[in-house]
């Protein structure tokens, strides 16, 4: 089972470290940024793949403060090279859960779409994203405590965006409303930190950018399903009566729920999860909410952050 986060854990140092240490990694990577960075070009984008395997790649802040859209197309490339370098060394997964902007590279990988069009969706969708103002924060505590968490605060205009887990999720709104919240944590000593993403999501007031989403993505075309992918905002299995560009701008305005979709993709009894991204915040998730399930619960890896990963 593959898990495809989303923007909120990307380390590119980890995956710079990664590409030079495992070559199988390294191969994946050059063949998908060799078509992302086609589409690169055609939206007037820096290349990425050169970079990152060249001797100076490019830092976080590097790819923060690049054109709109380089941060993106970088994770997105990142997750289905990852994915693809864990199928060659374990074979291909049974089913998927993309998470948020992790939804893209999730289907992609998936095939349904092609590496370049599922890029250009990563793209469309960093676009997106620059007219939905506001801001993300992540609160050490569960869903309800949240709740309450916005109720005390009087942050009407924020709203719980992503459920991790029991004991982690992700609120947001206008950056007023978020210090309101971060303040109220503090009083309750709940840990909150801003997360470094200039904008807000999974919010029912980003409408209008979830519309010029979907409608760019729509010419797309969309191929068959190679294995099932489930979607965190959806709360199940995309299928072929999906209109998967409505679906993907869901993302922009409705919360994304993690433990459900966990815990279904147990029913095709994985003999391991691994995380496609970068990072470990998913697969600690993912550890949390099966270890509470009713069944054994298969070994979760994150492999760019586990030192001595076997490729």
Same mark, same amino acid.
């Given at each position: 089972?593959?898990? %495809?986060?989303?923007?909120?854990?990307?380390?590119?140092?980890?995956?710079?470290?990664?590409?030079?240490?495992v070559?199988?990694?390294?191969?994946?990577?050059?063949?998908? %940024?060799?078509? #992302?960075?086609?589409?690169?070009?055609?939206?007037?984008?820096?290349?990425?793949?050169?970079?990152?395997?060249?001797?100076?790649p490019?830092? =976080?802040?590097?790819?923060?403060?690049?054109?709109?859209?380089?941060?993106?197309l970088?994770?997105?490339?990142?997750?289905?090279?990852?994915?693809?370098?864990?199928?060659?060394?374990?074979?291909?997964?049974?089913?998927?859960?993309?998470?948020?902007?992790?939804?893209?590279?999730?289907?992609?990988?998936? =095939?349904?779409?092609?590496?370049?069009?599922?890029? !250009?969706?990563?793209?469309?969708?960093?676009? +997106?994203?620059t007219?939905?103002p506001?801001g993300l924060?992540?609160?050490?505590?569960?869903?309800?405590?949240a709740?309450v968490?916005?109720?005390?605060?009087?942050?009407?205009?924020?709203?719980?965006?992503?459920?991790?887990?029991?004991?982690?999720v992700?609120?947001?709104?206008?950056?007023?409303?978020?210090?309101?919240?971060?303040?109220?944590?503090?009083?309750?000593?709940?840990?909150? #930190?801003?997360?470094?993403l200039? %904008?807000?999501?999974h919010?029912?007031?980003l409408?209008?950018?979830?519309?010029?989403f979907?409608?760019?993505? !729509? +010419?797309?075309?969309c191929?068959? %399903?190679?294995?099932?992918?489930?979607?965190?905002?959806?709360?199940?299995?995309?299928?072929?009566?999906?209109?998967?560009?409505?679906?993907?701008?869901?993302?922009?305005?409705?919360?994304?729920?993690?433990?459900?979709?966990?815990?279904?993709?147990?029913?095709?009894?994985?003999?391991?999860?691994?995380?496609? =991204?970068?990072?470990?915040?998913?697969?600690?998730?993912?550890?949390?909410?099966?270890?509470?399930?009713?069944?054994?619960?298969?070994?979760?890896?994150?492999?760019?952050?586990?030192?001595?990963?076997?490729?």
């Open positions: 089972m593959h898990l %495809f986060p989303g923007q909120g854990d990307f380390s590119v140092s980890a995956l710079v470290a990664s590409v030079h240490a070559p199988g990694l390294r191969t994946a990577v050059r063949e998908v %940024f060799e078509q #992302v960075d086609t589409v690169a070009a055609e939206r007037g984008l820096p290349e990425l793949g050169p970079r990152l395997l060249g001797p100076h490019p830092s =976080g802040r590097d790819l923060a403060h690049a054109t709109t859209g380089t941060a993106q970088a994770l997105f490339g990142a997750s289905v090279a990852i994915h693809r370098a864990l199928s060659t060394a374990y074979g291909a997964p049974s089913a998927a859960v993309g998470v948020s902007f992790g939804e893209i590279a999730a289907l992609t990988a998936a =095939g349904v779409f092609a590496v370049e069009d599922g890029a !250009r969706a990563a793209h469309d969708l960093a676009v +997106a994203l007219f939905c506001g924060t992540a609160l050490a505590c569960s869903e309800r405590a709740h968490l916005l109720e005390e605060a009087g942050a009407t205009e924020a709203v719980v965006a992503v459920v991790n887990d029991e004991r982690s992700v609120v947001a709104g206008p950056v007023a409303a978020l210090a309101l919240v971060e303040k109220a944590a503090a009083d309750r000593r709940t840990a909150a #930190v801003r997360l470094r200039p %904008f807000s999501s919010h029912p007031a409408g209008h950018a979830a519309e010029a979907a409608t760019a993505v !729509r +010419a797309y075309p191929h068959d %399903f190679r294995f099932p992918v489930h979607s965190a905002v959806a709360g199940r299995r995309y299928g072929p009566a999906d209109d998967l560009s409505a679906r993907l701008a869901d993302c922009l305005v409705r919360p994304a729920a993690v433990p459900p979709v966990l815990n279904q993709v147990l029913a095709y009894r994985p003999g391991a999860l691994f995380e496609a =991204g970068t990072g470990s915040a998913l697969a600690s998730s993912a550890r949390t909410v099966l270890t509470a399930a009713l069944v054994p619960a298969p070994p979760v890896h994150a492999p760019l952050a586990e030192p001595g990963f076997p490729w």
